[in-house]
């Protein structure tokens, strides 16, 4: 034996969907036996730089292959409670700027922001656009950001959608994907519970029909969720489903 330590396997999936655009997939557990499992997005832009939702851990074939990717310049956290990682994407890619929330600068006070959807102007921009749309979800208890990556008709999004189990992000963990917890453990578009879900985390009625209208109308085939796996067929019929409340009637 040499003595030299072998590190330990990374659990975190990769997986490119399309040339642009390549998902990190891992285990995460809200709770005991809630398995919602974790997952980082990023996009490589147009004109070569790349975006990142970050809300995985940077281990070592994350920061490579996103080095391979090209120039991090962005680094989103896509609401209020996905920030864990976001200053370790920073201390790896320092050139990059940092866009979150209203809420995560008194969460991450060391961390500078370079742009917070929901307290900078309505409007605001900050250099992916158009490639990439946004829309704040003032209305929604976490504050979330969903995104629009036009080119690949994908949408990307944290806790508006769930999609469990989590069965890619458990595939290389060793564990079962399912969870203890009835109905949070099969949280998915086109069940009860998940309607429930959305009724219960909008906290503005008005402010969330708007914005999953616009959501709505976008041409987006996809859905990248943070939690779950990765909608690749009928992805329109389920935000509708999903947030029928807000959109019907």
Known sequence: MSGVPTPAQSSTVIRQLTSHLTIFSAPFSRGPGVKFGGRSTAVKLANGDVWVAASTSLDQPTRQTLGDMGDVKYIVGLDAVHWLHLKDFKAAFPAAKVI??????????DLQFDGLYGKDP???KYGFEPEIEAVYFSGFKNKDVAFFHAPSKTLIEADLLFNLPATEQYSKSGESATSVVPG???LHPGTKTHKLFARAVGTNKEAMTRDAKKVASWDFERIVPCHGDVIEKDAKKAWLDAYSAFLEG
């Open 100 to 109: 979150g929330v209203d809420g995560l600068q008194e969460k991450v006070p």
């Open 122 to 124: 309505e409007g605001t």
């Open 184 to 186: 949070l453990g099969n």
